[in-house]
């Protein structure tokens, strides 16, 4: 029976199954990430809802795991020699699942590199950039009458599709015939600027000859249609 009482955060959320890998987490574009990936890994996990719209990711006990107050978050009871390891970001958990388990990363090491690149290229442009075409376009900011900020970060969204349009041009997936930890970082971020956005017609996503495919074929793995709904949602 693994101890997690060291970790503040699990006399909140309480393990039910401490053996278990614990998820802290939200189904939002980086929370799904580590599901998916999970879920791809068929690792044992126990997943945990953080309710960030009630600022649950902003409690002390949260914080103890990740001070940047922002999910997902892990807790690995057998981490590295065997001892517990507390993880945040998800680039970073994506890369560690990946190495613990020897899968959806690639084993030479040169293309390892490049898949890594592809995941903090998704973490340093993807992320930051769609999600503010999110709030501009569908939350908080459309009320702004200035609409150069939204204009702004429209085009730069086009502009990383056009980058992973290009990565894409006769490739299944962003690293080849391999289906890998960079499409994972990516699937939830493009899927909710043209869903749960609706920013489909402002980026000109329609007019892209190949991530409508690969977004598609993405969506289609059973694993990440089970991932993007855990932590199940609370009931309003």
């Given amino acids: 029976m693994s101890?997690?009482?060291a970790f503040?955060?699990?006399?909140?959320?309480?393990?039910?199954?401490?053996?278990?890998?614990q998820l802290y987490s939200f189904p939002t574009p980086?929370?799904?990430?580590?599901?998916?990936?999970?879920?791809?890994l068929g690792l044992p996990y126990e997943p945990h809802a953080v309710n960030i719209g009630k600022n649950e990711s902003w409690t002390p006990e949260f914080l103890s795991l990740n001070p940047n107050g922002k999910i997902p978050a892990i807790i690995d009871p057998d981490g590295p020699g065997g001892k517990p390891l507390g993880l945040f970001e998800s680039g970073a958990i994506l890369l560690y699942l990946a190495e613990k388990?020897?899968?959806?990363?690639?084993?030479?090491?040169?293309?390892?590199?490049?898949?890594?690149?592809?995941?903090?290229?998704?973490?340093?442009?993807?992320g930051p950039i769609f999600g503010q075409v999110g709030f501009f376009h569908k939350f908080a900011g459309r009320e702004i009458e200035d609409k150069r900020?939204?204009?702004r970060y429209v085009d730069e969204s086009?502009?990383?599709?056009?980058?992973?349009?290009?990565?894409?041009?006769?490739?299944?997936?962003?690293?080849?015939?391999?289906?890998?930890?960079?499409?994972?970082?990516?699937?939830?971020?493009?899927?909710?600027?043209?869903?749960f956005y609706g920013a489909r017609e402002i980026v000109d996503f329609d007019r892209l000859k190949y991530v409508p495919g690969w977004l598609e074929r993405g969506l289609a793995r059973p694993a990440v249609?089970?991932?993007?709904?855990?932590p199940q949602r609370p009931a309003a």
Avoid: C, H
């Fill in 3 to 5: 101890d997690l009482s």
């Fill in 225 to 230: 249609q089970r991932g993007l709904d855990i």
């Fill in 158 to 195: 086009k502009r990383l599709l056009g980058v992973i349009e290009t990565r894409l041009s006769g490739r299944e997936w962003i690293m080849g015939d391999e289906y890998s930890i960079a499409d994972i970082s990516m699937l939830g971020w493009v899927r909710n600027l043209v869903g």
């Fill in 8 to 21: 503040p955060i699990a006399s909140r959320w309480p393990a039910q199954y401490p053996d278990r890998l």
């Fill in 101 to 126: 388990t020897g899968k959806l990363i690639p084993a030479d090491p040169s293309l390892r590199y490049e898949t890594i690149q592809w995941v903090f290229f998704q973490m340093a442009a993807i």
């Fill in 149 to 151: 900020p939204l204009q």
């Fill in 30 to 40: 980086n929370g799904v990430k580590v599901s998916i990936a999970l879920e791809e």
